[in-house]
């Protein structure tokens, strides 16, 4: 008989299987993206898709320590660019919890109303989870929904200016210590002599030369999104 490998734990609600990742439920038999479930005991656990989560890339491909990529339960989130909430709801399996029994908070931003009926949707299973429509540059917009400053920030936007909005709100929303993830797509960034890798160093420029924020990882997500890569900071 061929033993396989434990489960190595990243976060109270996340795990990882050799290549692949997973969270645990915090609704029971739905699955929000057709995603595969499997049961283990009294927990069920949905697999978590790297080439669907630029979140999940990053915690497979970085070379530093998966776990600080990922908020602790009952933390306070704030998701920039929340697209339907396929990647928002495994962050909230991990720190909200089935029934919030975490006391958790996962604010989502959107600016698509379409997106934004997805995320009611799923809000509505799942407590601790706040939509928010609006434009995700404007602190203005965002802060009558976040209960405090936030522990973990994730930016996903198409935009232009990405590593400007990136620093501007997590000046706004970043508590001291507080992870944050700019997940960037070089071609929605400015055109720039150089192409992608001229990007990635002005977004990296930026990044470092802000007085709040170090940066510890660029992380080449290209394998799962091409022309991507996201930088992981942390609020000093």
């Given at each position: 008989?061929?033993?396989?490998?434990?489960?190595?734990?990243?976060?109270?609600?996340?795990?990882?299987?050799?290549?692949?990742?997973?969270?645990?439920?915090?609704?029971?038999?739905?699955?929000?993206?057709?995603?595969?479930?499997?049961?283990?005991?009294?927990?069920?656990?949905?697999?978590?898709?790297?080439?669907?989560?630029?979140?999940?890339?990053?915690?497979?491909?970085?070379?530093?320590?998966?776990?600080?990529?990922?908020?602790?339960?009952?933390?306070?989130?704030?998701?920039?660019?929340?697209?339907?909430?396929?990647?928002?709801?495994?962050?909230?399996?991990?720190?909200?919890?089935?029934?919030?029994?975490?006391?958790?908070?996962?604010?989502?931003?959107d600016i698509s109303p379409r997106m934004m009926r997805d995320l009611v949707k799923l809000a509505e299973r799942r407590q601790g989870l706040v939509p928010?429509?609006?434009?995700?540059?404007?602190?203005?917009?965002?802060?009558?929904?976040?209960?405090?400053?936030?522990?973990?920030?994730?930016?996903?936007?198409?935009?232009?200016?990405?590593?400007?909005?990136?620093?501007?709100?997590?000046?706004?929303?970043?508590?001291?210590?507080?992870?944050?993830?700019?997940?960037?797509?070089?071609?929605?960034?400015?055109?720039?002599?150089?192409?992608?890798?001229?990007?990635?160093?002005?977004?990296?420029?930026?990044?470092?030369?802000?007085?709040?924020?170090?940066?510890?990882?660029?992380?080449?997500?290209?394998?799962?999104?091409?022309?991507?890569?996201?930088?992981?900071?942390?609020?000093?």
């Amino acid at each position: 008989m061929i033993d396989l490998p434990k489960p190595v734990k990243l976060a109270w609600g996340i795990r990882r299987e050799r290549r692949s990742l997973w969270s645990r439920n915090a609704v029971k038999g739905v699955s929000v993206r057709g995603e595969r479930r499997k049961r283990d005991g009294r927990n069920e656990w949905r697999l978590w898709d790297p080439n669907r989560s630029k979140v999940a890339a990053s915690v497979l491909k970085t070379k530093r320590d998966a776990s600080a990529l990922l908020p602790e339960a009952a933390s306070t989130c704030l998701y920039l660019g929340a697209s339907s909430g396929g990647t928002v709801s495994h962050i909230h399996d991990n720190v909200c919890g089935a029934g919030n029994h975490h006391g958790g908070q996962v604010v989502a931003v959107d600016i698509s109303p379409r997106m934004m009926r997805d995320l009611v949707k799923l809000a509505e299973r799942r407590q601790g989870l706040v939509p928010v429509l609006a434009d995700a540059r404007n602190p203005l917009a965002v802060a009558p929904y976040i209960r405090g400053k936030a522990d973990w920030l994730h930016q996903d936007l198409s935009i232009g200016d990405q590593a400007e909005t990136f620093v501007r709100m997590t000046s706004a929303f970043l508590k001291e210590g507080g992870a944050a993830l700019l997940s960037l797509k070089a071609a929605s960034e400015r055109w720039m002599e150089g192409g992608d890798d001229a990007r990635f160093e002005h977004t990296k420029s930026i990044i470092e030369d802000c007085q709040h924020l170090e940066l510890l990882e660029v992380i080449d997500i290209s394998v799962f999104e091409e022309q991507h890569a996201v930088f992981h900071c942390v609020r000093i």
